[in-house]
């Protein structure tokens, strides 16, 4: 599975921005798609996550509950984040990921395939 991320910019704290990831390749090996960050300085994080098929569950990790929304087109192959009330601690790369195993799991580790990453930079 080839990945890639788009979206990222520059935005003032409480502005929006969307994250766009398009997939292709084996997408049948696709059991769920996650958005990670990293800042520097700190361990890549899971923000949120969708299961590829099905009714579509999602997680969030607390910090983005409320402002972030992650969504699926399996149409087009595509997650989307929608980040919304940007904070300044939300500065990082956002990478998107696939994970074929079972289950929404936070450890990085456990997805298969990497975007490349996109910068989104908060400004205070």
């Known amino acids: 599975v080839q990945l890639q991320a788009s979206g990222g910019g520059l935005v003032q704290a409480g502005g929006s921005l969307r994250l766009s990831c398009a997939a292709s390749?084996?997408?049948?090996?696709?059991?769920?798609m996650g958005w990670f960050r990293q800042a520097p300085g700190k361990q890549r994080e899971l923000v949120a996550a969708i299961f590829w098929s099905g009714g579509g569950t999602t997680d969030y990790t607390d910090s983005v509950k409320g402002r972030f929304t992650i969504s699926r087109d399996n149409a087009k192959n595509m997650v989307y984040l929608q980040m919304n009330s940007l904070k300044p601690e939300d500065t990082a790369v956002y990478y998107c990921?696939?994970?074929?195993?079972?289950?929404?799991?936070?450890?990085?580790?456990?997805?298969?395939?990497w975007g490349q990453g996109t910068l989104v930079t908060v400004s205070s």
């Open positions: 390749g084996s997408i049948f090996s696709i059991n769920v």
């Open positions: 990921a696939v994970r074929r195993g079972s289950g929404i799991i936070y450890y990085s580790g456990g997805y298969d395939y």
